[in-house]
């Protein structure tokens, strides 16, 4: 089932696209990184990874400067992590960040 993403640009009403995503794993006392992936058209990155090897908390971070540079809007946060806990690996973890200029929003979907 894995953990997969998507970005919905609420300022414009529209997907992300273009946009660098990176999924890390808290491990010994560091973050290791698992995967990585840019968003489609959809601003999906589905899925980041298909097999979560083991319970524990993984970080997504989203590199979101360089998106709102390409449409030549100003921003507020360079980059937005989001740090949560997988308890059942066999279950799917989706993770969609709701994002604009100044703000953002987060949730577990389905």
Known sequence: MGISTHILDTSRGRPAEGVTVKLSVWQD???????????????RVKPLLETIPAAGVYRLSFEV????????IDS????????????VPSEHYHVPLLLNP???STYRGS
């Open 29 to 43: 006392g560091n973050w290791a990184e698992l995967a990585r992936g840019v968003t489609n058209p959809d601003g």
């Open 65 to 72: 400067a360089p998106y709102f540079t390409r449409l030549g």
């Open 76 to 87: 507020f946060y360079p980059a937005v992590s989001v740090e949560f806990r997988v308890n």
């Open 102 to 104: 100044f703000g953002y």
